[in-house]
């Protein structure tokens, strides 16, 4: 079946260091891709997505790019600030299976002055 | 435009009572989830709803009822509570058709611990 991988973290970083989370993902089609983000106390978001190999989605300086031929989806961001401390899972959904999301375990990022 | 509530945010519950959580969008949605979260785990599907009247199983059903009368409203009901039910629950909606193109809106959630 469809599942997603990503590092686990936790990740800690200092502001203004530059961000990458990696996520991988087994799909039996052609699957759309999203990041959600989850920060302390909330639901998740849509942080961004991509729907066709190669597409990159970007939001608030983040950004990731479907990269069919190495099934990935990495998370990155140039400069973190202290406010991008929260969870971030990758996710993938069929566009032949319309009603089912599958995400990744999530990993937890904290940024420090 | 309150989005997709949850309630209670927090319940302590007995091994064996029985509970019903709580959800409602105000979106117009047609699809509606229920997902629980625990550590290492991300979120897995127990149940969801494509439209009023209509539902069907996810990834971890057993233990969990769930029944959908009105396009804004999504219950959850667990029958007889056990401690490996305690996890952190949300519900989530979006507008009908595939999620492969549109986006889950997610509920604040709903922590449960069963004692």
């Known amino acids: 079946g469809d599942s997603v991988t990503q590092m686990e973290g936790p990740v800690t970083l200092s502001e203004e260091a530059f961000l990458t989370i990696n996520c991988t993902y087994t799909?039996?089609?052609?699957?759309?891709l999203f990041w959600y983000v989850q920060y302390p106390g909330e639901g998740l978001q849509l942080l961004l997505k991509?729907?066709?190999?190669?597409d990159k989605g970007s939001n608030k300086g983040f950004e990731a790019t479907y990269r069919k031929e190495t099934t990935s989806f990495h998370l990155e961001k140039g400069s973190v600030q202290v406010s991008d401390s929260a969870v971030y899972f990758c996710a993938l959904s069929e566009k032949t299976s319309y009603d089912k999301v599958i995400f990744g375990p999530g990993t937890s990022l904290s940024v420090i002055p | 435009n309150a989005g997709v509530t949850q309630t209670p945010k927090f319940q302590v519950l007995k091994t064996g009572q029985s509970m019903t959580l709580q959800c409602a969008q105000d979106?117009?949605?047609?699809?509606m989830s229920w997902y629980r979260q625990d550590p290492g785990m991300g979120l897995r599907l127990i149940h969801y709803s494509v439209g009023a009247g209509i539902t069907d199983q996810g990834e971890v059903p057993n233990g969990y009822n769930v029944s959908r009368s009105t396009t804004e409203d999504f219950p959850l009901r667990l029958l007889s509570a056990a401690p490996s039910q305690t996890s952190v629950y949300f519900c989530?909606?979006?507008?009908?058709?595939?999620?492969?193109?549109?986006?889950?809106?997610f509920g604040p959630g709903t922590r449960l611990t069963v004692l």
């Open positions: 799909a039996t089609g052609y699957p759309s």
């Open positions: 991509a729907t066709k190999a190669d």
């Open positions: 979106m117009n949605h047609e699809y």
């Open positions: 989530a909606s979006s507008y009908g058709g595939s999620l492969a193109y549109n986006e889950q809106f």
